[in-house]
């Protein structure tokens, strides 16, 4: 009985206490304040994730294009293990590339916004999905290129030239998504000067 006498004095005092603090503070608590809202997408620390990831998709796509560049110096050059070798290490940022643009594309598509800001924000899907598409073509182009350099080593190239063919039409996928890519972007860049101005 003493036990739960003492047990409820000490609940009592730390709530009197607890109490104590709260009047204290210097600033009061309000509970359920409203508080008007002037903040933008601009602001959302979604959308700043979003443009984080953004950032991280053209930095290792920016390394996958330096690699698949020095991947077709050595195939001039009939260096096919070098061709071999930097295409691996460029099929891993555009495997990078590609997951940076699908984590951002994620991000813009949560945000809730409304009239212009809801129209940048489809824009931002639209233009990360194409960048997805872009560095997974790029990365199946490597991939054939690895390949055919492959069969041009063991010297069948009627293999090597059967892999290049499908790499073309990898690359040409991949120029078809730098033409969608450029016509999203104006239109982000036009909706972007509109709420600077």
């Not at 070798?85 to 990078?96: G, H, M």
């Not at 492959?150 to 078809?176: Q, V």
Request: hydrophobic content about 35%.
């Amino acid at each position: 009985m003493i036990s739960i006498i003492v047990k409820m004095k000490n609940i009592i005092l730390c709530t009197l206490f607890v109490l104590f603090l709260i009047s204290c503070t210097s600033e009061p608590i309000v509970i359920n304040e409203t508080v008007e809202d002037n903040t933008t997408i601009f602001d959302d620390p979604m959308y700043l994730k979003a443009e984080e990831y953004t950032v991280e998709c053209s930095e290792a796509e920016d390394n996958g294009n330096y690699y698949y560049e020095k991947a077709s110096q050595n195939y001039i050059n009939n260096e096919w293990q070098l061709v071999i070798l930097n295409c691996v290490t460029a099929r891993e940022y555009y495997s990078d590339a590609a997951s940076f643009c699908s984590r951002a594309s994620g991000y813009y598509d949560i945000i809730e916004a409304e009239g212009d800001e809801q129209t940048l924000l489809e824009l931002n899907v639209e233009l990360a999905k194409v960048r997805m598409s872009e560095n997974y073509n790029m990365y199946e182009a490597c991939e054939y290129f690895e390949i055919s350099s492959f069969y041009y080593s063991e010297g069948d190239y009627i293999s090597a030239g059967l892999y290049m063919d499908i790499m073309t039409e990898k690359i040409i996928s991949h120029d078809n998504d730098i033409k969608n890519y450029s016509i999203i972007y104006s239109k982000i860049i036009a909706l972007e000067d509109k709420f600077s101005s």
